[in-house]
C-alpha cells in the first residue's frame, strides 16, 4: 500500500512538473528536472520518516537530497555565491543527524557528525569574507569544542562518556592559544597539550598499580 502511494504521488508530481514547464509557469526561474528529481526523492523519504517516525534513517537522504536538489536550482539561478550554496549542503548532511537525536535521545552518537558538520558549514558560510583565517580556524575549534561539551552534557548520566569533557577541553584550549599565540606557535603548544593530557591520563590509569 505505501508502495502504491508513493509512485502514485510521485508520477503526479512528475506530470505536474512537466506541465507547468510547458505552460512557461516558472517563468524566469530555472528549475532543471534533475533538481525537481532530486527533491521529489527527498521529500518521498522524508514522507517515510514523518509516516513511520522508527524509520529515523530516512532522514539522512532524504535531507542530503534537498541540499544537492538547492544547490542545482543555485547553480542555475545564482540566488547565493556558490560558496555560501555549498554551505548549506553542508549543513544539509549535518542536519539529518542533529533530527536523529531529537526524535531518540538514546541515539546520542548521532550529535557528533551533526555537530560537526554544522559547525564546519558555518566556517564555510563566513570564511572568505573580512575575517581571518586564524580568526576562523579558533572559531572553528571553538565550535567543535562546543559539540562534544554538549554531548556530555547529553550523556551526563552516562559515566562512560567523561572522555568528551576532555576533548571539549582540548579542543578549546587550542582555539584559545591559536587566538593568542598565533598559528605558528599553536603548530607547537597544541600537540605538546595533547601530549601533556595524554601522559596525565596515562598515569592515572596505572597509578594504583604502580603504588600495588
Known amino acids: 500500500m505505501r508502495g502504491r502511494w508513493i509512485w502514485g504521488v510521485a508520477l503526479i ?3 505536474a512538473f512537466f506541465l507547468a514547464q510547458q505552460l512557461g509557469l516558472f517563468g524566469a526561474l ?14 518521498i523519504f522524508l514522507g517515510t520518516f514523518i509516516t513511520d517516525r522508527r524509520q529515523w534513517w ?36 549535518g542536519l539529518p543527524f542533529l533530527l ?6 538514546r ?5 557528533i557528525p551533526g555537530g560537526v558538520l554544522t559547525v564546519i558549514a558555518l566556517i564555510t558560510w563566513v570564511s572568505g569574507g573580512a575575517v581571518s583565517g586564524q580568526v576562523i580556524t579558533a ?17 551526563r548520566h552516562n559515566p562512560w562518556m567523561g572522555w568528551a569533557t576532555w576533548v571539549a577541553i582540548i579542543l578549546a584550549g587550542i ?3 591559536l587566538l593568542i599565540t598565533g598559528p605558528a606557535a599553536t603548530a607547537i603548544v597544541g600537540p605538546a597539550i595533547l601530549i601533556g593530557l595524554g601522559l596525565i591520563l596515562l598515569v592515572r590509569a596505572y ?3 604502580l603504588r600495588s
Open 30 to 43: 530555472q528549475l532543471p528536472f534533475w533538481a525537481f528529481a532530486f527533491g521529489l526523492l527527498g521529500l
Open 175 to 177: 582555539g584559545a592559544l
Open 58 to 93: 530516512a532522514l539522512i537522504p532524504g535531507c542530503i537530497l534537498l541540499g544537492v536538489a538547492l544547490v542545482i536550482v543555485n547553480e542555475q539561478n545564482e540566488f547565493i555565491p556558490a560558496q555560501q550554496a555549498g554551505a548549506l549542503f553542508l549543513f544539509s548532511i
Open 13 to 15: 508530481a512528475m506530470g
Open 100 to 105: 536523529i537525536y531529537l526524535v531518540d535521545r
Open 107 to 111: 541515539l546520542w552518537w548521532a550529535l
Open 207 to 209: 597509578w594504583p598499580r
Open 139 to 155: 572559531i572553528m575549534f571553538f565550535g567543535l569544542a562546543a559539540v562534544f561539551a554538549v554531548l556530555r552534557f547529553a550523556t
